[in-house]
Protein backbone atom coordinates (compact mmCIF):
# COMPACT_ATOMS: atom_id res chain seq x y z
CA UNK A 1 0.00 0.00 0.00
CA UNK A 2 1.46 3.57 -1.09
CA UNK A 3 2.86 5.61 2.05
CA UNK A 4 0.00 8.84 1.97
CA UNK A 5 2.74 10.60 3.22
CA UNK A 6 4.69 10.15 0.28
CA UNK A 7 5.35 13.40 -2.32
CA UNK A 8 2.43 13.53 -4.49
CA UNK A 9 0.07 11.83 -1.78
CA UNK A 10 -0.88 14.71 0.42
CA UNK A 11 -3.58 17.11 -0.41
CA UNK A 12 -6.97 17.50 -2.16
CA UNK A 13 -7.80 16.24 -5.87
CA UNK A 14 -10.21 17.74 -7.93
CA UNK A 15 -12.50 15.28 -8.99
CA UNK A 16 -16.41 15.28 -10.75
CA UNK A 17 -18.75 13.30 -9.23
CA UNK A 18 -22.43 13.55 -11.17
CA UNK A 19 -21.28 16.10 -12.79
CA UNK A 20 -20.58 18.50 -10.36
CA UNK A 21 -16.90 19.36 -9.27
CA UNK A 22 -15.46 17.88 -5.54
CA UNK A 23 -11.94 18.34 -4.09
CA UNK A 24 -11.65 15.01 -2.14
CA UNK A 25 -9.24 15.13 0.99
CA UNK A 26 -6.95 12.24 0.14
CA UNK A 27 -5.65 10.48 -3.14
CA UNK A 28 -6.60 7.05 -2.29
CA UNK A 29 -10.61 6.86 -1.16
CA UNK A 30 -13.25 4.16 -1.65
CA UNK A 31 -16.33 3.75 -3.46
CA UNK A 32 -18.55 4.76 -0.46
CA UNK A 33 -16.09 7.82 0.55
CA UNK A 34 -16.38 8.93 -2.90
CA UNK A 35 -20.61 9.13 -2.66
CA UNK A 36 -20.21 11.05 0.78
CA UNK A 37 -18.19 13.95 -1.02
CA UNK A 38 -21.52 14.72 -2.97
CA UNK A 39 -24.97 14.80 -2.72
CA UNK A 40 -26.57 12.78 0.70
CA UNK A 41 -29.16 11.42 -0.87
CA UNK A 42 -27.15 9.48 -3.25
CA UNK A 43 -25.09 7.49 -0.83
CA UNK A 44 -27.37 4.72 1.03
CA UNK A 45 -28.57 2.47 -1.60
CA UNK A 46 -26.24 3.52 -4.81
CA UNK A 47 -22.93 2.87 -5.92
CA UNK A 48 -19.81 4.77 -7.36
CA UNK A 49 -18.90 4.39 -10.99
CA UNK A 50 -15.72 5.55 -12.43
CA UNK A 51 -16.57 7.33 -16.32
CA UNK A 52 -14.09 7.49 -19.28
CA UNK A 53 -13.26 11.10 -20.64
CA UNK A 54 -16.20 10.68 -22.90
CA UNK A 55 -18.87 9.61 -20.18
CA UNK A 56 -19.02 6.02 -20.51
CA UNK A 57 -18.94 3.56 -17.76
CA UNK A 58 -15.35 2.87 -17.38
CA UNK A 59 -15.78 0.60 -13.91
CA UNK A 60 -17.35 0.28 -10.49
CA UNK A 61 -15.57 0.99 -7.70
CA UNK A 62 -16.79 -1.27 -4.64
CA UNK A 63 -17.01 0.35 -1.44
CA UNK A 64 -14.84 -1.56 0.27
CA UNK A 65 -11.78 -1.25 -2.33
CA UNK A 66 -9.91 1.77 -2.26
CA UNK A 67 -8.81 3.41 -5.65
CA UNK A 68 -6.30 6.14 -7.01
CA UNK A 69 -7.85 9.59 -7.27
CA UNK A 70 -6.15 11.76 -10.02
CA UNK A 71 -7.10 15.47 -10.70
CA UNK A 72 -9.89 15.28 -13.43
CA UNK A 73 -11.15 11.78 -12.99
CA UNK A 74 -14.97 11.43 -13.03
CA UNK A 75 -17.28 9.39 -11.44
CA UNK A 76 -21.69 8.86 -11.08
CA UNK A 77 -23.66 7.40 -8.19
CA UNK A 78 -26.09 5.06 -9.54
CA UNK A 79 -29.02 3.05 -7.61
CA UNK A 80 -27.01 -0.09 -6.95
CA UNK A 81 -30.31 -2.02 -7.62
CA UNK A 82 -32.54 -2.04 -10.79
CA UNK A 83 -32.64 0.75 -13.20
CA UNK A 84 -30.29 2.38 -15.66
CA UNK A 85 -26.39 1.55 -14.42
CA UNK A 86 -27.55 -0.32 -12.01
CA UNK A 87 -25.39 -3.58 -10.91
CA UNK A 88 -25.98 -6.84 -13.47
Known amino acids: MANENAPGQQG ?3 I ?3 GQPVSAPRRRM ?3 EIRQLG ?3 RVVGFETQELTKDGKKKR ?3 DGDETELN ?3 RFRTVPSEG ?3 AAE
Open 83 to 85: GPG
Open 12 to 14: PVS
Open 16 to 18: TLD
Open 71 to 73: NGD
Open 30 to 32: NGL
Open 60 to 62: TIR
Open 39 to 41: DPN
